[in-house]
């Protein structure tokens, strides 16, 4: 028998907010239920299990999607550029959107090369 629960918007933006700061989805819940003790000395015992917060980067995906959908039908003067670049010995790619006033990253990925073919591989 599922129980399906439903958590208020401090709790799913707190996971909302490590995902998009790239903590593992099987550590999300472990970082805020640590915070939070520590910083006001309570526990919480209504978080999400590792497959709803799957779920929630899931969502977050979703609404990524639909705010680009939007952008990229709204707005006429639209520059989409690929990026790649080499910070502290990793690769990385990136996919952006520039309209007037604003840049929105759509994509951002590690590679394991470097090289011209690597980055042909990702692309393609």
């Keep these: 028998q599922k129980r399906y629960k439903t958590y208020d918007i401090p709790i799913r933006k707190a996971i909302y907010h490590c995902l998009i700061q790239q903590v593992p989805v099987e550590t999300a819940v472990g970082v805020i239920e640590n915070v939070i003790k520590e910083m006001t000395g309570t526990t919480i015992n209504f978080l999400p299990d590792k497959t709803t917060v799957s779920q929630m980067a899931y969502e977050l995906g979703v609404l990524s999607d639909i705010q ?55 692309n393609n």
């Design 68 to 122: 680009t959908g939007d952008i990229l039908t709204s707005t006429d003067n639209i520059t989409v550029a690929w990026d790649a670049t080499s910070i502290d010995g990793s690769h990385i790619n990136e996919v952006h959107i520039c309209v007037p006033g604003s840049l929105y990253v759509l994509e951002l990925n590690q590679l394991p090369g470097g090289t011209t073919e690597d980055y042909y591989t990702h």
